[in-house]
């Protein structure tokens, strides 16, 4: 099994995730995060007053799938979150030892 992380813009998630659900994946977990790489930031003018935007907002999107699917999911994740402009975010994969479902004990793919 594979944790799939995904940093990406905000306006790409209904996109993404609708992508994900026709490829069968059938759930993730979001959070709204903040963050910087190689963008650093911006300025931005509010009524008269410049201020220096240091933490970008950013989605971050969690998938646990079976090792059959992942790579699947990594492309999706890529083609349907590029914008071809800097910030577009980035894709963290790990390895995942065990899972359970904590309703029915199942273990391994079938508790995903």
């Known amino acids: 099994m594979k ?15 609708d992508a994900l659900n ?5 759930g993730m977990t979001v959070t709204e ?4 790489g190689r963008q650093k930031g911006h ?13 970008i907002p ?6 646990a799938v079976p090792d059959s699917l992942y790579q699947k999911v990594v492309e999706t994740i890529e083609a349907t979150a590029k914008t071809g ?10 390895h995942i030892e065990e899972s359970i479902r904590i309703r029915t004990g199942e273990r391994g793919d079938i508790a995903l």
């Not at 944790?3 to 995730?17: G, R, S, T, W, Y």
């Not at 950013?58 to 998938?63: A, D, H, M």
């Open 22 to 26: 026709a490829i069968g994946v059938q």
């Open 58 to 63: 950013k989605v971050k999107i969690e998938i």
């Open 85 to 94: 402009k800097i910030g577009d975010g980035k894709i963290f994969i790990s």
């Open 3 to 17: 944790k799939i992380e995904a940093i990406i813009k905000p306006f790409k998630l209904d996109e993404v995730k």
């Open 43 to 55: 300025v931005e003018l509010y009524r008269g007053a410049e201020y220096d935007i240091t933490f």
């Open 33 to 36: 995060v903040k963050g910087f």
